[in-house]
Nanobody, 120 residues
Framework: QVHLVESGGGLVQPGGSLTLSCAASGNIFSINAMGWYRQAPGKQRELVATITRGGTTNYADSVNGRFTISRDSTRNTVYLQMNSLKPEDTANYYC??????????????WGQGTQVTVSS
């Protein structure tokens, strides 16, 4: 079992910045990749950014160039630096950790979510 705890959400003005953190504990050796997803009211949860154990990153087109995902392996923590925030970035952001396996064998763990609101 893997336990994820997010922090860093809040209210920010358009154009501002926020950094989200996600600390993993438990069976961390089973984790192959971590990432961030978000879900806005009335919308489906969508991928924001991921980072693998090997350091490969992937971003949604909507955040590419504005958001940066990184990790501190010594602290088992993943960060999401969000710059140039837009109102459409407003959502509940969820941390994800998974074993990187294919369909039917993949195991996902989720944090409780942290709210990001971009508004003037």
């Amino acid at each position: 079992q893997v336990h994820l705890v997010e922090s860093g959400g809040g209210l920010v003005q358009p154009g501002g910045s926020l950094t989200l953190s996600c600390a993993a504990s438990g069976n961390i050796f089973s984790i192959n990749a971590m990432g961030w997803y978000r879900q806005a009211p009335g919308k489906q949860r969508e991928l924001v950014a991921t980072i693998t154990r090997g350091g490969t990153t992937n971003y949604a087109d909507s955040v590419n160039g504005r958001f940066t995902i990184s990790r501190d392996s010594t602290r088992n923590t993943v960060y999401l630096q969000m710059n140039s925030l837009k109102p459409e970035d407003t959502a509940n952001y969820y941390c994800n950790a998974n074993n990187g396996m294919g369909p039917g064998r993949r195991i996902d763990y989720w944090g409780q979510g942290t709210q990001v609101t971009v508004s003037s």
